[in-house]
């Protein structure tokens, strides 16, 4: 009697025992809902998708650095042009040979930030300086009877008294420099787009500072006779050339990562700005060691700095246990391209009568690898 008591009471219950279980259930599920839902501008609910930038159980902030190993690549560097003919003392032409400009070696850069999660939507911020210094030098002899120097960085002609058409010289030596400033506001959101494949659009404001300064030496060409003391003097020319760029504007891009184990990954990323801004160009030449400026053109203009970045490698990432900590460690290479940012301005000296200018615009571009890493905390 008693089990049958019991199996009467379990069989009410039952129905009861499972409306709470569909109940508890249904809860669950309106819970994970709201997590992943989300509503749109006009609010259409829809699917929110699974954010690819690191959650931690911190406080919300992550500070990188990056040690940069760059190469520059500027154009309209060229000081001289090597003629293979071996020219008459008053004769420019023929002119058979090529131009010699300046080639950088590798130098070092840093980069470094400090960024945060907003809070709304998983989106991030973040505030990124870059820093790039390089020096770059060329020197060249001619040889008597081979090969001929002509001057391209100094519009003075070697004006010798006894000698009024002088065009070319004996020896030519020229040092650049390059100064790179760069300043990043950005706002990026990830997410993944499939199991393996994460983008991350990403906008902002860019501020840059591109400095440049190339001074050159050219020494006349030697002849049989005694200079005089004026002669030996005027033998010697001098030029130099600075363009100083500053800028600001907008900058946006995408970044990838494809995933392959839940550590390792590669990424990339590609982006481009467009800047407006002031360039000051400057252009001195003159004779002798204690002679003052013969030429002093000083010119400033607005211009538009376009300008295209690329980046590839291999990412490391963990957690720590509790997910309070993430680490990345990445390396990979880089490359930046600056359009009309190598400008110049040359007085040419055709006759002795007529002066005129020569401008030129040119681009700048870097390359080379990168190590950094990025903490999030």
């Given amino acids: 009697m008693k ?3 019991a199996i009467f009471l379990f069989l009410i219950a039952l129905p009861l025992l499972a409306e709470v279980d569909i109940e508890f259930r249904v809860s669950q599920l309106e819970h994970q809902m709201l997590q992943v839902s989300a509503k749109n501008a006009t609010s259409i609910c829809g699917a929110n998708i699974a954010t690819s930038l690191p959650e931690v159980d911190g406080k919300g902030w992550f500070v990188f650095g990056e040690v940069l190993r760059w190469c520059a690549k500027m154009d309209g560097t060229e000081f001289v042009s090597l003629n293979r003919l071996a020219l008459p003392r008053l004769k420019l ?7 010699k400009s300046i080639k950088h070696p590798f130098d070092w850069g840093i980069r470094g930030g400090v960024g945060c999660n907003l809070g709304h939507n998983k989106w991030n911020g973040l505030c990124r300086y870059t820093h790039f210094s390089t020096k770059g030098r060329k020197s060249l002899s001619a040889e008597e009877g081979k090969t001929t120097l002509i001057p391209l960085q100094a519009a003075i002609v070697f004006m010798i008294p006894s000698i009024p058409d002088r065009f070319a010289c004996s020896y030519a030596h020229s040092r650049n420099e390059l100064n790179y400033h760069i300043l990043d506001l950005e706002l990026k959101r990830g997410f993944f787009v499939s199991g393996l494949l994460a983008l991350c659009p990403h906008f902002g404001i860019k501020s840059a500072r591109i ?3 190339q001074n050159t030496h050219y020494i006349g060409e030697s002849y049989d006779w005694q200079y005089s003391e004026d002669d030996l003097e005027q033998s010697n ?4 050339n600075s363009c100083c760029s500053r800028g600001i504007g907008l900058d946006m891009g995408v970044d990838s990562d494809w995933h392959l184990s839940a550590a390792w990954s590669l990424y990339s990323n590609i982006s481009g700005g467009l800047l407006f801004g002031h360039c000051r160009l400057k252009h001195h030449a003159w004779w002798g060691y204690k002679e003052p400026y013969r030429i002093d053109l000083v010119e400033n203009r607005h211009c538009w700095m376009p300008s295209l970045q690329m980046q590839c ?3 490391f990432a963990r957690y720590n246990k509790k ?3 993430h680490i990345a460690f990445n390396c990979g290479f880089e490359t930046h391209y600056w359009w009309r940012q190598s400008q110049s301005v040359l007085m040419i000296q055709a006759h002795k009568s007529k002066e005129n200018l020569l401008w030129k615009s040119e681009g700048v571009g870097l390359l080379g690898f990168l190590i950094g890493f990025r903490w999030s905390f």
């Fill in 313 to 315: 490698g291999v990412r």
């Fill in 3 to 5: 089990v049958r008591l």
């Fill in 323 to 325: 997910c309070t900590h």
């Fill in 211 to 213: 400095e440049q300064r």
């Fill in 237 to 240: 020319v001098f030029s130099l």
């Fill in 93 to 99: 032409m023929p002119c058979r040979g090529s131009m």
